[in-house]
């Protein structure tokens, strides 16, 4: 039974019926119930009203396939706020990159230096925040988030700060892939218009070059240092190889070099510089020659190497001569007594230091004096050959000559001690009481050592007698050479050795000297003198006559230990002839060090070529490159000539092996001599041998010196 029941409400006073007079009465309160069977209590009464909802056809929302997507609830709003937050950081995003693009393009950043300013991005915000609260890994997001709502709330700088969190490494990223496909772009397919490609690669060259003349003038150590130390000349710009162009992945995985590093192997081999004068040529040896010496000396010290060195020798034969000359030897020797070379180990020849000609072997010393005359070269003609034979035979008579004679056989030695009695000699006459007999020709009776009578006979005879020729020119070569070979020294008595050559006033002398040290640093590769040794001649072209053969040196020296560096001002100062400039780069397999220099074909051939690419366009209306064209891969020189010429001073390109690096010289200056130190252990050396050649290295393990 269900009843309904209602309140009654006393009717109003000034109520007037209408109707009916009960109109006024009061009202009912209540009314009987119906009954209702408990069955029907359940069924709906009356039919029930569809239900009228947005759908789509065939597809459940609430079925099983949706039941994983839970959709936040969102109003327009909400929406509203998105789309400003969004925009906001996008705008944020694509004008910091703008800005980042600037510099990232005028300083010539590699894609590998780019890379390196994005993870620090990355470390310092990001990182930042996940240390400073607590190694939360979601407190970058969340900082990110209360800029968003401090931007929405009206406070757009505080929340910009506080989203550029993430924003600030996205456009890092963002500047990082421009500048990566900008640059293998370039490399590669080129840009839409031809000449904006070779625009874009003429640019890059300039700049990344003058990028590395700003770094030059910071002070940089001589070396690399660590466990395998190499010797470093200055700033990179830029290194190219034979290797096809790299892709985008291998530009972001480079490694990040601003060194211009030359590998300690290719100084331990044979290399040529050409640079014209003016072009910093003589900054570059010398800078050269103190990080080879700072490197061999700290790969000296490490006893555990099976490769070690022995103590190291810088050489330096300067061929031209004159007061410049002797201004270099000077800076040269102020540089090697700061980094703690003894003075008594520094030698500058011929002026306060004289080699020993007359107290080596008899085999050595002839072979010196033979190459005073001819210089070493062999003889090419048969009248060359001639008075080279009979040379030989007389240089023989005169320093082989015994110290007595028992029944007809030499017996001992007695070699001359100085030039005077070098020269004394040159007598028929001295010669046979020499090897034990009297010189009296037509006649019999020789009861000297069987054979010397013949021998000195051979000199004599002919319509041009070779002992008168050849005491002409021992003696004009003493003239000119003085007593630069009567003293007491050795080269391996030295550390530090400058030769000044008068090349230029006195080119005869000049050529003599340098054919007779050649011959003295031939010898080297006989004996186990335990030093390792650097020789750079300067000026080659003024003793590179036909009888120079640098090229041999090159080959036999390396046995020496003793690597080499020949410097001319142009391809015509490598050599003589084409055969042997070409002969000397082909034997330099340490490569070239390069400096600006007119005729630069010729070098650049001699180191091959790489992978290029020529772009074309076709022109819509004449004037305008389309969108299509056509890429044909060349091959182009390795190192392009015309960049040689327009190189200028400090600025060089090392070559070898298919890789060019290019960078710039650093200088020598005041501020880097004061911050040289001296060598540890470099003061102290050992006694030598009586067996040894000089006072060399001893090598036994765990001695620093």
Same mark, same amino acid.
């Given at each position: 039974?269900?009843?309904?029941?209602?309140?009654?409400?006393?009717?109003?006073?000034?109520?007037?019926?209408?109707?009916?007079?009960?109109?006024?009465?009061?009202?009912?309160?209540?009314?009987?119930?119906?009954?209702?069977?408990?069955?029907?209590?359940?069924?709906?009464?009356?039919?029930?009203?569809?239900?009228?909802?947005?759908?789509?056809?065939?597809?459940?929302?609430?079925?099983?396939?949706?039941?994983?997507?839970?959709?936040?609830?969102?109003?327009?709003?909400?929406?509203?706020?998105?789309?400003?937050?969004?925009?906001?950081?996008?705008?944020?995003?694509?004008?910091?990159?703008?800005?980042?693009?600037?510099?990232?393009?005028?300083?010539?950043?590699?894609?590998?230096?780019?890379?390196?300013?994005?993870?620090?991005?990355?470390?310092?915000?990001?990182?930042?925040?996940?240390?400073?609260?607590?190694?939360?890994?979601?407190?970058?997001?969340?900082?990110?988030?209360?800029?968003?709502?401090?931007?929405?709330?009206? $406070?757009?700088?505080?929340?910009?700060?506080?989203?550029?969190?993430?924003?600030?490494?996205?456009?890092?990223?963002?500047?990082?892939?421009?500048?990566?496909?900008?640059?293998?772009?370039?490399?590669?397919?080129?840009?839409?218009?031809?000449?904006?490609?070779?625009?874009?690669?003429?640019?890059?060259?300039?700049?990344?070059?003058?990028?590395?003349?700003?770094?030059?003038?910071?002070?940089?150590?001589?070396?690399?240092?660590?466990?395998?130390?190499?010797?470093?000349?200055?700033?990179?710009?830029?290194?190219?190889?034979?290797?096809?162009?790299?892709?985008?992945?291998?530009?972001?995985?480079?490694?990040?070099?601003?060194?211009?590093?030359?590998?300690?192997?290719?100084?331990?081999?044979?290399?040529?510089?050409?640079? $014209?004068?003016?072009?910093?040529?003589?900054?570059?040896?010398?800078?050269?020659?103190?990080?080879?010496?700072?490197?061999?000396?700290?790969?000296?010290?490490?006893?555990?190497?099976?490769?070690?060195?022995?103590?190291?020798?810088?050489?330096?034969?300067?061929?031209?001569?004159?007061?410049?000359?002797?201004?270099?030897?000077?800076?040269?020797?102020?540089?090697?007594?700061?980094?703690?070379?003894?003075?008594?180990?520094?030698?500058?020849?011929?002026?306060?230091?004289?080699?020993?000609?007359?107290?080596?072997?008899?085999?050595?010393?002839?072979?010196?004096?033979?190459?005073?005359?001819?210089?070493?070269?062999?003889?090419?003609?048969?009248?060359?050959?001639?008075?080279?034979?009979?040379?030989?035979?007389?240089?023989?008579?005169?320093?082989?000559?015994?110290?007595?004679?028992?029944?007809?056989?030499?017996?001992?030695?007695?070699?001359?001690? #100085?030039?005077?009695?070098?020269? $004394?000699?040159?007598?028929?006459?001295?010669?046979?009481?020499?090897?034990?007999?009297?010189?009296?020709?037509?006649?019999?009776?020789?009861?000297?050592?069987?054979?010397?009578?013949?021998?000195?006979?051979?000199?004599?005879?002919?319509?041009?007698?070779?002992?008168?020729?050849?005491?002409?020119?021992?003696?004009?070569?003493?003239?000119?050479?003085?007593?630069?070979?009567?003293?007491?020294?050795?080269?391996?008595?030295?550390?530090?050795?400058?030769?000044?050559?008068?090349?230029?006033?006195?080119?005869?002398?000049?050529?003599?000297?340098?054919?007779?040290?050649?011959?003295?640093?031939?010898?080297?590769?006989?004996?186990?003198?335990?030093?390792?040794?650097?020789?750079?001649?300067?000026?080659? #072209?003024?003793?590179?006559?036909?009888?120079?053969?640098?090229?041999?040196?090159?080959?036999?020296?390396?046995?020496?230990?003793?690597?080499?560096?020949?410097?001319?001002?142009?391809?015509?100062?490598?050599?003589?002839?084409?055969?042997?400039?070409?002969?000397?780069?082909?034997?330099?397999?340490?490569?070239?060090?390069?400096?600006?220099?007119?005729?630069?074909?010729?070098?650049?051939?001699?180191?091959?070529?790489?992978?290029?690419?020529?772009?074309?366009?076709?022109?819509?209306?004449?004037?305008?490159?389309?969108?299509?064209?056509?890429?044909?891969?060349?091959?182009?020189?390795?190192?392009?000539?015309?960049?040689?010429?327009?190189?200028?001073?400090?600025?060089?390109?090392?070559?070898?092996?298919?890789?060019?690096?290019?960078?710039?010289? $650093?200088?020598?200056?005041?501020?880097?001599?004061?911050?040289?130190?001296?060598?540890?252990?470099?003061?102290?050396?050992?006694?030598?041998?009586?067996?040894?050649?000089?006072?060399?290295?001893?090598?036994?393990?765990?001695?620093?010196?």
């Amino acid at each position: 039974m269900v009843s309904i029941e209602y309140f009654a409400q006393a009717p109003e006073p000034e109520c007037t019926p209408i109707i009916t007079p009960d109109d006024c009465g009061p009202f009912v309160t209540s009314m009987p119930g119906v009954p209702v069977d408990p069955a029907e209590k359940s069924q709906p009464q009356g039919d029930p009203m569809p239900e009228i909802g947005p759908s789509l056809p065939g597809i459940d929302p609430d079925g099983e396939w949706f039941s994983w997507l839970n959709l936040p609830d969102w109003t327009w709003d909400g929406v509203v706020d998105g789309t400003v937050i969004t925009a906001t950081g996008l705008v944020f995003v694509l004008v910091l990159t703008l800005l980042l693009l600037v510099p990232g393009i005028q300083l010539a950043w590699t894609p590998a230096k780019a890379r390196n300013w994005t993870l620090a991005s990355l470390v310092a915000l990001p990182g930042g925040a996940i240390v400073f609260a607590g190694l939360d890994p979601m407190a970058p997001i969340e900082q990110f988030g209360d800029g968003a709502a401090e931007l929405l709330a009206g $406070s757009p700088v505080h929340g910009l700060l506080l989203m550029a969190v993430l924003l600030v490494p996205a456009s890092w990223i963002a500047a990082t892939a421009a500048i990566t496909n900008r640059r293998v772009k370039a490399a590669t397919n080129g840009f839409q218009s031809p000449a904006r490609t070779e625009r874009v690669l003429w640019a890059q060259a300039q700049r990344e070059q003058r990028a590395a003349a700003r770094l030059s003038r910071y002070r940089l150590p001589f070396t690399t240092g660590g466990l395998d130390p190499h010797p470093v000349f200055g700033r990179l710009a830029r290194e190219e190889t034979q290797a096809p162009p790299t892709s985008r992945f291998k530009a972001l995985t480079a490694r990040t070099e601003t060194r211009l590093i030359v590998p300690w192997i290719n100084m331990r081999e044979h290399m040529v510089t050409v640079a $014209s004068s003016g072009k910093g040529k003589t900054t570059l040896m010398f800078r050269a020659i103190l990080s080879w010496y700072v490197t061999a000396w700290l790969r000296h010290r490490q006893w555990w190497r099976r490769d070690r060195p022995g103590r190291p020798l810088a050489m330096v034969i300067d061929c031209n001569g004159g007061p410049e000359s002797i201004k270099a030897a000077h800076e040269l020797e102020r540089w090697m007594l700061k980094l703690g070379v003894p003075q008594q180990r520094i030698g500058i020849f011929p002026y306060n230091c004289q080699f020993d000609l007359w107290r080596m072997n008899r085999d050595d010393m002839r072979s010196v004096l033979s190459a005073m005359v001819s210089g070493g070269a062999a003889p090419t003609t048969s009248t060359e050959k001639y008075f080279h034979e009979g040379r030989e035979n007389l240089i023989h008579l005169v320093v082989d000559a015994p110290a007595k004679v028992v029944n007809r056989e030499p017996v001992g030695e007695n070699p001359p001690r #100085s030039w005077m009695e070098f020269l $004394s000699r040159f007598d028929p006459q001295v010669l046979a009481k020499l090897w034990g007999g009297v010189f009296d020709p037509g006649r019999g009776g020789w009861t000297g050592v069987v054979g010397a009578d013949q021998k000195i006979a051979a000199t004599m005879q002919g319509e041009q007698p070779v002992l008168p020729s050849t005491l002409a020119e021992f003696s004009n070569l003493y003239r000119l050479l003085g007593d630069a070979f009567d003293g007491d020294k050795q080269l391996t008595d030295y550390d530090c050795l400058y030769v000044v050559l008068d090349g230029v006033t006195a080119p005869d002398r000049a050529r003599s000297q340098f054919g007779a040290l050649g011959c003295l640093f031939e010898q080297l590769a006989d004996k186990d003198h335990g030093r390792e040794s650097l020789l750079a001649v300067d000026e080659f #072209s003024a003793v590179s006559d036909g009888k120079t053969r640098a090229d041999k040196w090159v080959m036999r020296l390396r046995k020496a230990k003793i690597g080499t560096w020949w410097f001319a001002q142009d391809w015509n100062g490598l050599g003589f002839d084409d055969e042997q400039r070409e002969s000397l780069v082909g034997a330099g397999s340490g490569g070239a060090v390069i400096g600006g220099h007119q005729f630069s074909e010729r070098i650049a051939q001699a180191f091959g070529t790489k992978k290029g690419f020529d772009l074309s366009r076709k022109l819509v209306g004449g004037s305008v490159a389309g969108d299509e064209g056509n890429i044909q891969a060349h091959d182009k020189h390795l190192i392009d000539p015309n960049r040689i010429r327009r190189m200028g001073k400090g600025e060089i390109v090392h070559v070898a092996n298919g890789r060019a690096r290019w960078g710039q010289v $650093s200088p020598l200056d005041q501020a880097t001599y004061e911050a040289l130190r001296p060598l540890p252990g470099l003061d102290r050396f050992t006694e030598p041998e009586p067996e040894q050649v000089a006072p060399v290295i001893d090598l036994v393990k765990r001695r620093p010196a």
